[in-house]
T-cell receptor, first 115, second 110 residues
Framework: EAGVTQSPTHLIKTRGQQATLRCSPI?????VYWYQQALGLGLQFLLWYDEGEERNRGNFPPRFSGRQFPNYSSELNVNALELEDSALYLC??????????????FGPGTRLLVL | QKEVEQDPGPLSVPEGAIVSLNCTYS??????FMWYRQYSRKGPELLMYTYSSGNKEDGRFTAQVDKSSKYISLFIRDSQPSDSATYLC??????????FGQGTRLTINP
C-alpha cells in the first residue's frame, strides 16, 4: 500500500511570494491534515480537510489556506510568504469515520525555505 | 503553559538498554494517545496508538497511559542503534487535531 506522498520535496521562495504544496493521501483515506514543523516550535496543526470541506483550522493567519479535491488529494497555499514560514510542512491522512479516524499517517514533508 | 510537555533531551543510552520516554499534558479531554518516531529529514512514523488509559505492547515497544496523572510513557526494550531518532508524543480529544510534544532526540550508542 502506497503511503502519503507530497510534492515538491523542497521549495525555495522569496518574501512576498506564494507557495503551493501538494499532498496525496493513502488510498481509502478521506481526511487530509496539514502540519507545520518549524525549528524550535514542534509540530503545529494547520488545517483539516474531509470530503472536500475544511473541518478545522489551527492558529494560523488566513494567508495559509488550502483545498481538497474530489480524489481526496489536497493543496496547501501560503500567500505573502514571510521568513518565519520557513519550515517542514507535513501532510497526514486518515480514514474519515470510526475509531481509526484518529490514526494519522504522515508523508515525508515539503521543506519550504523563504529567503 | 503548553498543552503537552515533553523533555527534548537529547537522550543517549548504550545499545541494549531500556529507554523510557515521557510526556505530561494538561487537557483532561485528551482521549487518544500516540507515539511517533521521526528520523532525520523524514516524516513522523506512527509507532503506537492507545485509546484512554492502560498499556499496549508491540514487540520491543510498550506504551502506557495514566489519565489520572495526565502522564504517558513509551518504553523501548533491548534498544538498537536503528532506534536512534526523535520520538514525538501526540494526543487528541477526538476533534481530529493532534497536539504534539516537542519531541525527544534519542541516540542509541553501539
Amino acid at each position: 500500500e502506497a503511503g502519503v506522498t507530497q510534492s515538491p520535496t523542497h521549495l525555495i521562495k522569496t518574501r512576498g511570494q506564494q507557495a503551493t504544496l501538494r499532498c496525496s493521501p493513502i488510498s481509502g483515506h478521506t481526511s487530509v491534515y496539514w502540519y507545520q514543523q518549524a525549528l524550535g516550535l514542534g509540530l503545529q496543526f494547520l488545517l483539516w480537510y474531509d470530503e472536500g470541506e475544511e473541518r478545522n483550522r489551527g492558529n494560523f493567519p488566513p494567508r495559509f489556506s488550502g483545498r481538497q479535491f474530489p480524489n481526496y488529494s489536497s493543496e496547501l497555499n501560503v500567500n505573502a510568504l514571510e521568513l518565519e514560514d520557513s519550515a517542514l510542512y507535513l501532510c497526514a491522512s486518515s480514514r474519515g469515520q470510526g475509531p481509526s479516524q484518529e490514526t494519522q499517517y504522515f508523508g515525508p514533508g515539503t521543506r519550504l525555505l523563504v529567503l | 503553559q503548553k498543552e503537552v510537555e515533553q523533555d527534548p533531551g537529547p537522550l543517549s543510552v548504550p545499545e541494549g538498554a531500556i529507554v523510557s520516554l515521557n510526556c505530561t499534558y494538561s487537557n483532561s479531554a485528551f482521549q487518544y494517545f500516540m507515539w511517533y518516531r521521526q528520523y532525520s529529514r523524514k516524516g513522523p512514523e506512527l509507532l503506537m496508538y492507545t485509546y484512554s488509559s492502560g498499556n499496549k505492547e508491540d514487540g520491543r515497544f510498550t506504551a502506557q497511559v495514566d489519565k489520572s496523572s495526565k502522564y504517558i510513557s513509551l518504553f523501548i526494550r533491548d534498544s538498537q542503534p536503528s532506534d536512534s531518532a526523535t520520538y514525538l508524543c501526540a494526543m487528541s480529544t477526538g476533534a481530529q487535531k493532534l497536539v504534539f510534544g516537542q519531541g525527544t532526540r534519542l541516540t542509541i550508542n553501539p
